[in-house]
Antibody, heavy 119, light 110 residues
Framework: QVQLQQSGPGLVKPSQTLSLTCAIS??????????WSWIRQSPSRGLEWLGR?????????EYALSVKSRITINPDTSKNQFSLRLNSVTPEDTAVYYC?????????WGQGTTVTVSS | QSVLTQPPSASGTPGQRVSISCSGS????????VHWYQQLPGTAPKVLIY???QRPSGVSDRFSGSKSGTSASLAISGLRSEDEAEYYC???????????FGGGTRLTVL
């Protein structure tokens, strides 16, 4: 059974960097049939896909246009996990952040991390 | 405002059949699969329907999905109180190269 365990701070100051990690058990971040995404949810923006990383003989990253200039998603094969970094955050980035597995659709979700951007 | 449009709310009485619509456009629903998720309060979404009309194992056959052109719908038959939840459609958008979600439909069982 595949499980995703998220970790990271729940409070980030404006203009700083939001960093979250998602540890994978029961699958591999290097799987050639999976993709690893970050998705967030807020009352104002609903569910919003932020981006994904996946391996198909080489690593690929795809990012949502809304955050493309500020986001980095990195795989860590040594720890079988992947991470999210979102730079220059504002209160608009306050949301519940989920990591997720899915190539065509999301079939496994992390538990969610509530991140508040506030001074 | 979501690119995939869902009604904000739907309701029905126990035993009834309800449908939830999802309207998109050519680069998303018109050219790729639609997936449906159910979200109970305080939990992560869970996939109900994938690839327009496929149910994962463990999902009741009371849930069904369909797609036509640039629209899709989720039908729930034999409505039960435990079906009260938020429902979201999703599709890949080829022009944006990213996943899109609908705004969600809150289902109330009266």
């Amino acid at each position: 059974q595949v499980q995703l365990q998220q970790s990271g701070p729940g409070l980030v100051k404006p203009s700083q960097t939001l960093s979250l990690t998602c540890a994978i058990s029961g699958d591999s971040v290097s799987s050639k049939s999976a993709a690893w995404s970050w998705i967030r949810q807020s009352p104002s923006r609903g569910l919003e896909w932020l981006g994904r990383t996946y391996y198909r003989s080489k690593w690929y990253n795809e990012y949502a246009l809304s955050v493309k200039s500020r986001i980095t998603i990195n795989p860590d094969t040594s720890k079988n996990q992947f991470s999210l970094r979102l730079n220059s955050v504002t209160p608009e980035d306050t949301a519940v952040y989920y990591c997720a597995r899915g190539q065509g659709w999301v079939d496994v979700w992390g538990q969610g991390t509530t991140v508040t951007v506030s001074s | 405002q979501s690119v995939l449009t869902q009604p904000p709310s739907a309701s029905g009485t126990p035993g009834q059949r309800v449908s939830i619509s999802c309207s998109g456009s050519s680069p998303n629903i018109g050219s790729d699969y639609v997936h449906w998720y159910q979200q109970l309060p305080g939990t992560a979404p869970k996939v109900l329907i994938y690839r327009n009309n496929q149910r994962p194992s463990g999902v009741s056959d009371r849930f069904s999905g369909s797609k036509s052109g640039t629209s899709a719908s989720l039908a729930i038959s034999g409505l039960r109180s435990e079906d009260e939840a938020e429902y979201y459609c999703a599709a890949w958008d080829a022009s944006l190269s990213g996943w899109l979600f609908g705004g969600g439909t809150r289902l109330t069982v009266l």
